[in-house]
């Protein structure tokens, strides 16, 4: 059989690459590329995330998961500083347990092969290997929360709250209140005014405190339309949109549903995000990838169009994967001003208002 020229001519060698001892993490980042699989695309999402930088992108990161329970809130804290994150959708859960950190709560790593009949007879909970007291950590962040809701319902209780006013307002009271500020990125968050949406309204222990306070006589009006509709704002005023999503859930989600809130269900022109970067184990056959692939997300106008380039998935969990991508964009990327979006939310209100 004669065979055509090949298919392959014109794509680069593979050529096994060597470690050497004094390996940055730019060179092990480089090596990745130069090698298959989910190495390659980890190579691929890092060159991605330093474009969305350089670029000057809006970035959004999406937190699913229990990263921020288990200490990745401090990578968070590090893009925040450089000014690499410019909105963040979190999980409640993620906001809450962040907050321990803050006020010096007992979170311990533990071994995740423990007798957890023993355990609740000892008062203790777990996150798979993250250990948490229920008295000195989660009653105590309970109280804590309840405190922050009774001092600020003046503020709060004027109208109906967004998510991310919530937050914004719990940074900055947890910033004057607690131990250790410096370990939050709610705190960070809020002092560099980046807004924090959460993907539920109710799905978490904020939620569930709230539900007290509010028959104390300290009610507040949480508004789900306000976050989806202050999202798309943001989504809509920015030149240039990139999505980072650590898992899917939830926060993937809310922050990929700003196309469609604005193209599909307000009529407005509009043709979704630029970028896109997820890190994530699900699989894309029984829906659980939340969006499942790119492409397919494309379809429903949550980003522009499919291109390699601008659109990359890795399949791998995020606690391993973001370190590396955190820590070369740290190495490779100058510091941005920070964009300092929560004083430009009412600004881009007005403007999708405008649009409709």
């Known amino acids: 059989m004669e065979y055509k020229e090949s298919f392959f001519k014109n794509e680069p060698d593979i050529i096994p690459p060597v470690l050497t001892r004094s390996m940055s993490i730019v060179d092990l980042v480089k090596l990745l590329g130069e090698i298959s699989f989910e190495a390659r695309n980890v190579h691929r999402g890092a060159l991605l995330f330093k474009n969305m930088i350089n670029d000057g992108d809006v970035i959004w990161l999406g937190i699913a998961g229990a990263g921020i329970a288990g200490g990745m809130g401090g990578m968070v804290i590090s893009l925040i500083e450089a000014g690499f994150i410019d ?51 989660l009653d105590a962040q309970d109280e804590i929360i309840r405190n922050f809701i009774r001092e600020k319902h003046p503020e709060l209780s004027k109208k109906p709250v967004s998510s991310w006013e919530f937050n914004y307002q719990l940074g900055l009271w947890a910033a004057g209140n607690s131990k250790y500020p410096q370990r939050s990125f709610v705190v960070a968050a809020a002092q560099k005014g980046i807004p924090i949406f959460w993907d539920s309204m109710s799905n978490h222990s904020i939620a569930i405190n709230v539900a007290r306070t509010d028959r104390e006589g300290y009610p507040i009006d949480l508004s789900g339309p306000k976050d989806v509709f202050d999202s798309a704002a943001i989504a809509y005023s920015s030149d240039m949109t990139s999505f980072v999503e650590l898992g899917g859930g939830g926060p993937k989600n809310f922050i990929q549903q700003t196309g469609p809130t604005i193209n599909q269900v307000m009529k407005i022109k509009f043709g979704g995000a630029d970028r896109g970067l997820q890190i994530g184990t699900a699989v894309e056959k029984e829906g659980s990838l939340s969006s499942c692939t790119f492409g397919e997300a494309v379809t429903w106008g949550k980003y522009r169009k499919t291109d390699e380039d601008k659109l990359v998935q890795i399949w791998g969990e995020y606690s391993v994967i973001f370190p590396i991508l955190a820590a070369y964009v740290m190495n490779r990327c100058e510091a941005r001003s920070q964009k300092n979006i929560v004083s430009k939310i009412p600004e881009f209100v007005n403007k999708l208002e405008s649009a409709r």
Do not use: N, W
Not at 89 to 99: P, R
Not at 120 to 128: L, S
């Open 87 to 137: 909105v963040i959708c979190s999980t409640g859960a993620q906001v809450y347990h962040d907050l321990h950190f803050a006020f010096d709560l007992p979170v311990k790593a533990i071994s995740p092969r423990v007798d957890d009949d023993l355990l609740r007879k000892h008062g203790d909970t777990r996150i798979y290997d993250i250990g948490i007291r229920d008295k000195e950590t």
